[in-house]
């Protein structure tokens, strides 16, 4: 299932904490799991679909009826340890059955009874997180996190700025989720962008009740609070280049509402344009954002703008618009690869995705017959085996919530196209599902 380029970029994807499972020690380590799961008091109340698990042949199908997700690299399947969140539980003892036969990619990232710790922390029903520095969240002051909430719902005043500069030692304070007061502005006020856009795209005609004025009235009051909130701050010359736990900076923040005066107020105050800059812009559907921002800036244009773009969950012309303007004027390839997994809120696209597997979970015909029209390859496969139709034939992912995928208006006709440009229904992905498995697991 997988080419040269999967297998040289394999160094740059696995993350500390990484074990491998090679393909020869595969076939025990599924029948280690399927021995001893089922037996398990706690893993067998959990496990999906017993009789299933019992007779795959697959050891990544058996990690997804456990509910852990895998990567893979060649022929070798790749597990990252959960080490906090609802599933450390059931991870950790998981180890029992395959430990032996899992070598860790990173030796020593994962310290000398790591997992007998997990299985200790989830018998007393706590998360292992211990909110160490840098972890999971960042040590704040309860004055810190008062204030930094407490600019959601009102404006703030310079003097009750500089009390806290003053208190922390840095204009750069963070809240025990990680944001400074810049990006937590930022982060409402992109929010405020949508809401108070969303509010006045309502008709305004006779038939208007006051719940719609009432709603219209909010979202204006809450655009003036963040606007106003983002000037104060921007007075003390906070650091523009700080980003949030997803790696997003100020610039990106704005970039993604899609507000040319956002983006401006923020370069007039020295913010830089960059990569995720670009990608934001792209995520916003704003073609005049984008080419705003490229300009100048041709150098950051990557493979990763045209998956952003066809990944987006949207319904708007100016999507395909979007798409065009990337591959025509931009030069974006058509069958570039995702170099990491794309979240979005229809699911997961997985690393070595093409933009068309993005277009195709997003049911996006227009998208879908424009990509196939310039050359997509409708044959590609992404690092689990998953093609086009894989990602809009059912759920390709693991989920903590159980299944997430649904079919959008286009499915079927996105479904037909793939086909008659030559998709093939048997295709199996490194778990031994084919695009007609998923098809019967939703109707199921």
């Not at 740059?12 to 008091?41: E, N, V, Y």
């Not at 990680?178 to 038939?207: F, K, S, V």
């Not at 007075?235 to 507000?259: C, Y």
């Not at 139709?389 to 989920?399: I, P």
Request: hydrophobic share 40%; with cysteine; charged share 25%.
């Amino acid at each position: 299932m997988q080419d040269a380029t999967t297998t040289s970029a394999s160094s740059s994807f696995i993350p500390p904490g990484t074990f491998r499972i090679r393909q020869a020690d595969q076939a025990a380590a599924l029948q280690a799991l399927q021995r001893g799961c089922p037996k398990h008091m706690v893993v067998a109340d959990y496990l999906q679909n017993p009789e299933e698990f019992a007779r795959t042949r697959y050891l990544a199908r058996a990690f997804e009826l456990l509910g852990m997700q895998c990567d893979v690299d060649g022929g070798d399947l790749l597990l990252v340890p959960f080490e906090g969140g609802e599933s450390v539980d059931l991870s950790a003892y998981y180890w029992d059955f395959i430990e032996d036969l899992a070598r860790e990619e990173n030796p020593g990232s994962m310290a000398p009874g790591t997992k007998a710790m997990l299985r200790e922390v989830c018998a007393d029903g706590e998360d292992g997180d211990d909110d160490g520095d840098g972890d999971e969240h960042h040590h704040a002051s309860e004055a810190v996190d008062d204030f930094i909430g407490g600019m959601r719902d009102e404006k703030i005043t310079l003097a009750e700025l500089d009390v806290l500069i003053a208190s922390e030692g840095r204009v750069d304070f963070r809240d025990y989720n990680g944001n400074t007061p810049l990006l937590a502005t930022c982060t409402r006020y992109r929010w405020a962008i949508a809401q108070h856009a969303d509010a006045q795209m309502e008709e305004e005609d006779d038939d208007e009740d006051e719940d719609d004025r009432e709603a219209k009235a909010s979202a204006a009051a809450e655009l003036a609070v963040q606007a106003h909130n983002l000037q104060t701050v921007l007075q003390r010359q906070p650091d523009l280049a700080a980003s949030n736990r997803d790696g997003t900076d100020a610039l990106g923040l704005a970039a993604e509402s899609g507000s040319v005066d956002f983006v401006d107020l923020l370069l007039a105050n020295g913010a830089t344009v960059n990569a995720g800059a670009l990608q934001g812009s792209v995520r916003s559907l704003s073609v005049d954002m984008v080419r705003k921002m490229a300009q100048g800036h041709a150098h950051l244009v990557g493979p990763g703008l045209l998956l952003q773009a066809c990944a987006a969950h949207s319904a708007m012309p100016t999507k395909l618009e979007m798409v065009r303007y990337l591959v025509q004027d931009l030069g974006c390839d058509v069958n570039a690869r995702a170099a990491g997994g794309i979240h979005e809120s229809l699911g997961s696209v997985r690393r070595m995705a093409t933009p068309l597997m993005a277009a195709a979970l997003t049911d996006d015909l227009a998208v879908v017959q424009y990509l196939l029209a310039v050359g997509a390859d409708v044959h590609a496969v992404d690092v689990y085996g998953n093609t086009a139709l894989h990602y809009c034939s059912g759920q390709t992912w693991v989920s903590e919530g159980g299944p997430l995928w649904f079919a959008l208006d286009d499915n079927a006709q996105v479904m037909a196209l793939l086909r008659q440009h030559g998709a093939d229904d048997s295709a199996t992905n490194v778990a031994g599902r084919t695009p007609a498995d998923l098809l019967a697991s939703r109707r199921g």
